[in-house]
T-cell receptor, first 115, second 109 residues
Framework: GAVVSQHPSWVICKSGTSVKIECRSLDFQATTMFWYRQFPKQSLMLMATSNEGSKATYEQGVEKDKFLINHASLTLSTLTVTSAHPEDSSFYIC???????????FGQGTRLTVV | GQNIDQPTEMTATEGAIVQINCTYQ??????LFWYQQHAGEAPTFLSYNVLDGLEEKGRFSSFLSRSKGYSYLLLKELQMKDSASYLCALMDSNYQLIWGAGTKLIIKP
């Protein structure tokens, strides 16, 4: 299957700082990327959907100014958590889908801890 | 609207067979997916059904009935490593995935 690489795997940051998470499709062109957040023992929650070259579509309740998503190329999307707070601590997962792919392929996930 | 239901938790014995059901309601349908997710890890793809019937892949099989809004994931010859959450997700008319809450499968020796 296709490979999606997410970086970093885990990050600890101080409250008030910003953190950038990268999601790369390594062997296919990801026309659509999805960003999810998952709290312990809960299901995936879609935060936003981004199509290459256009602005991301955010789900209701997700602050677009706090969670900045950039999908500038067909192989890279980034999620920046700005002014992070402890309640932003979560598992963030990206998935990518190309035109030729039926399913979306997931990155490894990023464990964010804000202290 | 869209709605997906699957059991919260199931328990099975090593070596046995278990069936995890998923029912859904949707106005647009472009397929149903099953993913496996171990604790602390991202989901991994198991199966995709877009037509009615059974898709078999090794120890795992997935079934779909579009008229009934029903799917199941069948796991045979259960192994301890199969202990995980199993997520049912449907792809809607906009090709977005709508996720179920997941079924936590506990395998006992």
């Amino acid at each position: 299957g296709a490979v999606v690489s997410q970086h970093p795997s885990w990050v600890i940051c101080k409250s008030g700082t910003s953190v950038k998470i990268e999601c790369r499709s390594l062997d296919f062109q990801a026309t659509t990327m999805f960003w999810y957040r998952q709290f312990p023992k809960q299901s995936l929650m879609l935060m936003a959907t981004s199509n290459e070259g256009s602005k991301a579509t955010y789900e209701q309740g997700v602050e677009k100014d706090k969670f900045l998503i950039n999908h500038a190329s067909l192989t890279l999307s980034t999620l920046t958590v700005t002014s992070a707070h402890p309640e932003d601590s979560s598992f963030y997962i990206c998935s990518a889908k190309g035109v030729r792919e039926t399913e979306a392929f997931f990155g490894q996930g990023t464990r964010l801890t804000v202290v | 609207g869209q709605n997906i239901d699957q059991p919260t938790e199931m328990t099975a014995t090593e070596g046995a067979i278990v069936q995890i059901n998923c029912t859904y309601q949707t106005s647009g349908f472009n397929g149903l997916f099953w993913y496996q997710q171990h604790a602390g890890e991202a989901p991994t793809f198991l199966s995709y059904n877009v037509l009615d019937g059974l898709e078999e892949k090794g120890r795992f099989s997935s079934f779909l009935s579009r008229s009934k809004g029903y799917s199941y994931l069948l796991l045979k010859e259960l192994q301890m490593k199969d202990s995980a959450s199993y997520l049912c997700a449907l792809m809607d008319s906009n090709y977005q995935l709508i996720w179920g809450a997941g079924t936590k499968l506990i395998i006992k020796p």
